[in-house]
Every structure is written in structure tokens, then in C-alpha cells.
């Protein structure tokens, strides 16, 4: 690097001023490429945390319901910031509706799910409504958290936790069309039909399994046995309710 030095006269003698004839280049700006790995990653974070805190606050408020939530109970078992929450959601009502309205689009897959299954094999009216009510169970079993908050929902006595029928029967309904299939009825009797299996298949699929061993009489028995005895007493169930004959 070269330089150049320049006598300044000043009042006690002369100074020397260098001056480097080549300058630094300016800092390179980061890639674009960098950038939007960055804001990629960012937005995933978000994403993450907001299903955490949605994951964490569906289970308090099942178990303790709108008016027994805090924000700050959230915070803690989610291990996310007040902050973070409420940046993400304006309050706890935003937050109890999102929670309502992920639990609504988790049971929606209720009747797509159903019908691929009648649509897999042939079958009789009797095994169609086997199937139906087998893979209802089943469905409640692995959602009780969704069922639960909509449960809660439906018989919430403020406004702002409550539901309306048609969110709470959405899924009811949903049965009630195919089972129209199985046997045609009125449109009334179906809708009974629908909605009497859903809150029966509702009641059991959320036992516990103490509950369960003990309306049996199968204590201390395997957990899978247990849950495959009382699906078939839950199909003979429904069964009877629409006047069929139990499937063997």
C-alpha cells in the first residue's frame, strides 16, 4: 500500500499528514440467500411456538375452562413468554377461540376419514354401521382433547366460550347423512340417530381406563383388550338404536 505525506507549516515547525492513496473497500452486505434463510427460520420458530402455546392452552382450558385460565398459567406451562403470547394472540378470548377453531378443522376430517372407509370395501347395511361406529370410536379415542374443549364448549353458560349447534353437531350431522345411507329415514329420525351415537360414542371414548375395566368387569386386563371389548359393546349399542341386528 502506498502513501503520501504532505508537510503542513503550523505555528511551531511543520507536521507530516499521511494519506493512504488506496481506501478499504466497504463491509459486504450479507446474501439474499442469507437473508431469507433467516426469515425462513423465524417464521418456523413462530410457528412452533404458536402450536405450543395453542397445545398448552387447549389443555387448560378443558380442564379448567375460560374463567379459570390465566395467561399467565399459559405462559408457565408452555414455558413461553407473557409477551410472546400476547404478540401473538391480543388476549386470552383470541386465544380461546383459536384454540376452539383448531379443535373445529381437527374433528372436520371426521367425515372424509369415514368415508374412505365405506368406500373401501362392499359390505351390508349391518357391517356398513359396524364400520361406522367402529371408526368413530376410534377417531374419538385418539381427539379427546378436541372433543373435550368442544364438550365444554357446548354447554359453556357465557357467550364468549360457548358454541353454536352447528359447530358442536357439525361432526353429528356429518353421521347422520351416511347413516342415511345404511337405512333411509326422516330427515328428524336420522338426525336423533346421529347425534344419539355421536354422544354415546363421545361418553366412552373418553373413559378412562379404570372407568372402563370397571364397567367390564375386567380389571388388571390389557388396556388393548379392554378398549376392543368395549368398542364391540358400543357397536351392539348403536345397533340396537337403529333397530338392526348386533353384527357378529
Keep these: 500500500m502506498r502513501s503520501n505525506a504532505t508537510h503542513c507549516p503550523t505555528g511551531l515547525g511543520s507536521r507530516v499528514v499521511t494519506t493512504n492513496s488506496s481506501t478499504s ?34 389443555e387448560l382450558f378443558v380442564t ?43 374433528l372436520a376430517t371426521f367425515r372424509s376419514g369415514l368415508e374412505s372407509v365405506l368406500t373401501a370395501k362392499e359390505c351390508s347395511p349391518t357391517e356398513m354401521l359396524a364400520e361406522t361406529v367402529r371408526f368413530s370410536f376410534r377417531f374419538a379415542r385418539e381427539h379427546q382433547l378436541a372433543i373435550r374443549l368442544v364438550q365444554r364448549s357446548a354447554i359453556a353458560v357465557s357467550d364468549e366460550e360457548r358454541l353454536t ?44 381406563e379404570r372407568e372402563i375395566e370397571a364397567l367390564l368387569g375386567l380389571e388388571g386386563r390389557d388396556s388393548a383388550e379392554t378398549n376392543a371389548a368395549l368398542e364391540r359393546y358400543v357397536v351392539e349399542a348403536a345397533a340396537r338404536l337403529l333397530g338392526f341386528r348386533p353384527a357378529a
Excluded: H, M, W
Design 165 to 208: 349447534n352447528e359447530q358442536v353437531y357439525a361432526a353429528a350431522d356429518g353421521l347422520s347423512e351416511l347413516l342415511g345411507r345404511i337405512q333411509p329415514q326422516s330427515p328428524q329420525a336420522l338426525r336423533f340417530a346421529g347425534r344419539s351415537i355421536s354422544t354415546l360414542v363421545a361418553r366412552y371414548a373418553l373413559a378412562s
Design 64 to 106: 379448567q375452562g375460560l374463567n379459570g385460565t390465566s395467561v399467565d398459567a399459559i405462559a408457565k406451562a408452555s414455558n413461553v413468554k407473557i409477551g410472546t403470547i400476547l404478540g401473538l394472540f391480543s388476549n386470552k378470548r383470541e386465544l380461546y377461540q383459536a384454540c376452539l377453531l383448531v379443535a373445529s378443522e381437527e
Design 25 to 58: 473497500p466497504p463491509p459486504s452486505a450479507p446474501p439474499r440467500s442469507s437473508k431469507r434463510s433467516q426469515s425462513a427460520s423465524a417464521i418456523a420458530q413462530s410457528s412452533e411456538v404458536r402450536a405450543r402455546v395453542l397445545a398448552t392452552a387447549r
